[in-house]
């Protein structure tokens, strides 16, 4: 919220800033819009495919395992218990989160710590 207020700010303090009317300013502004422009597309696709990936549950525990072992250079059991631990803190922190906030998504709700 804080961010929209100072955007809101800058654009109403735009046309009072000295300069604000000369070519090279015009161009210097066209450029940051085309570069948010361009980063946004970018973020709000990867977050597009990461909600995807989330709710579809296209990854099980497994293709995790197998993750860190081939990225990270783990022992398969150092890599199933990295994995089980990580599930075991989503849980307790999804829980807190229920306790705190009164409600928890539905990917962690459903989350088994046995799943394979």
Do not use: C
Request: hydrophobic share 50%; proline share 3%.
């Amino acid at each position: 919220m804080t961010l929209l207020v100072w955007l809101l700010a800058i654009v109403v303090a735009y046309p009072f800033v000295p300069g604000s009317q000369s070519t090279a300013f015009k161009g210097v502004s066209v450029f940051i819009g085309i570069l948010a422009t361009l980063g946004s597309s970018g973020v709000v696709g990867h977050m597009v495919s990461g909600l995807v990936l989330v709710y579809s549950r296209a990854l099980r525990r497994g293709d995790f395992v197998r993750t860190i072992v081939s990225e990270a250079g783990f022992p398969v059991m150092d890599a199933a218990n990295e994995v089980s631990r990580a599930v075991q803190t989503f849980i307790i922190s999804a829980e807190e989160a229920k306790r705190l906030a009164g409600e928890v998504g539905a990917g962690v709700r459903d989350a088994e710590v046995g799943a394979p």
